[in-house]
């Protein structure tokens, strides 16, 4: 399985999810087809889930992130539960400021909706 390495761009996150479990995205993600951005992601990640992981870490440092945006994260984030749910050690990293209010809310809405844990951490 080889890596996949999605370089930042300006209204684009950076997406580095290596074979060894550790996926980031980290930037901010406004595109102007989130559908279209976040396909290699979720090509990468679907297989990726047939190799069985034993432990995946997400770490999502982003400083914004759009409606639209939010919608895909939901979905990696279900996919990621589902990995879980067959037994594998997931874990998903929030990463914001501290006076971020508006970020950590959001960590914490999907942390309610997905039933799983978070781990927050201040940057």
Known sequence: MEDLI???GANTPAITFMANGVLRIEGRS???NPAAFYEKAFEWLNDYKTTNPKKIELHVDLEY???SSSIILMN???T???ILNHGADVR???HN???DEEMIESGRYYESILKMPFF???N
Request: hydrophobic share 40%; no cysteine.
């Open 65 to 67: 992130f759009n409606s």
């Open 30 to 32: 406004i595109p102007e």
């Open 92 to 94: 998903i990293h929030w």
């Open 120 to 122: 927050y951490e201040m």
């Open 76 to 78: 990696i984030f279900k």
């Open 80 to 82: 990621l539960r589902g």
């Open 97 to 99: 400021s501290a006076n």
């Open 6 to 8: 999605i370089e930042k």
